[in-house]
């Protein structure tokens, strides 16, 4: 036997949805709406790619540091690392051969300290680490020792009237007696009075490269 469940207008009104029901589900529809918006605007296809041009016009950094500028050499005799040459033939050097200090044509840095007996004084050394001494009044270059022979014989100080750029030393223990150039080798020797000592007695120091 058929059965039939009541119908007519009573049952239309079952089978309306609740209002409630409805503003949920327009509300879902607006987030996926507007979920779908953003993952379009996300899109990296959608990205501006930069122009070649402007790949281009980007400044580009150089990895390598630059080299630092060597110091300029000072008016007159000052610590640093300096190239010492004589006044008068700056393509010359204060050198070191074999033990002995020589004006020569091959630069070699010396280094310039503060003065082991005075330290208003100076003081030279190689590059192995020897100190410009003066021994039988000759020059040379000695390993340290802690005596004070050794220290005063290895300080000289500067005289303060040298024109800008030069410079002239005598010795600490021998002060009647300066820095001087027989020819290529080099002696503590007493003034003569006369210019061409003068002009050998003065040096200068140029930047070490």
Known sequence: MTIYGPGGAGTRERRRLHPGVLTLVGAAAVIVVAAGAYVVMRDPATEPVAS???????????SAAASPAAAP???GLATGTWLVSPADAKDRYLTVTGEYARIAEVPEPLTVVAGLADDSCFTFRDEDGKYLRHFDYRLRFDAKDDSELFRKDA????????????????SINYPDFFLHRRGTDLYIDKPTGDDSFEAESTFSLQAAS
Do not use: H, L, N, W
């Open 52 to 62: 070649a041009s402007s790949v281009a016009a980007a400044p580009v950094v150089s």
């Open 73 to 75: 050499a000072p008016d």
């Open 155 to 170: 300080t000289f100080c500067a005289e303060d009237d040298q024109p800008a750029g030069s410079f002239r030393v005598r």
